[in-house]
């Protein structure tokens, strides 16, 4: 993006001269500068999510909330953070795959259906 190219390029040229080109201020320059040296607090979380997906890829973002709540480290998660991480993360749930046939009321082989007789 273009902040970590501004980041990249401050050692080789002055600050000032770097941020006429892009339109940011100076402020949001070192706004960015702290952000990328922050560390992720939530990693361990990611890593367990990305366990409970690959391990059970039909699981959606409800599933592996309950899944979480029986992990003992992260029984007071938010489910609104699990949704967050998840996207951030691009895993979503497979789904199942629903085969749709049409309703066939014969009792026997394909050659062999039951005549319905109707009587008076």
């Known amino acids: 993006m273009l902040q970590e190219v501004v980041y990249r390029?401050?050692?080789e040229l002055r600050l000032v001269n770097l941020l006429r080109v892009p339109p940011i201020s100076e402020a949001t320059y070192h706004y960015?500068?702290?952000c990328f040296?922050?560390?992720d607090k939530d990693q361990a979380?990611?890593?367990?999510?990305?366990n409970i997906c690959r391990e059970n890829?039909?699981?959606?973002?409800?599933r592996v909330y309950l899944a979480l709540?029986?992990?003992t480290t992260f029984k007071g998660v938010n489910h609104k953070k699990v949704q967050r991480l998840m996207h951030e993360m691009h895993l979503q749930g497979a789904g199942y795959r629903r085969i749709s046939r049409r309703y066939d009321s014969s009792?026997?082989?394909e050659g062999k259906r039951v005549?319905?007789?109707y009587t008076s």
Do not use: D
């Open 57 to 62: 890829p039909h699981y959606g973002v409800r």
């Open 69 to 71: 709540r029986k992990v």
């Open 32 to 34: 960015w500068k702290r």
């Open 107 to 109: 009792k026997g082989s």
């Open 9 to 11: 390029l401050e050692a």
């Open 115 to 117: 005549k319905i007789v």
């Open 37 to 39: 040296n922050r560390t």
């Open 45 to 50: 979380l990611k890593l367990i999510i990305q």
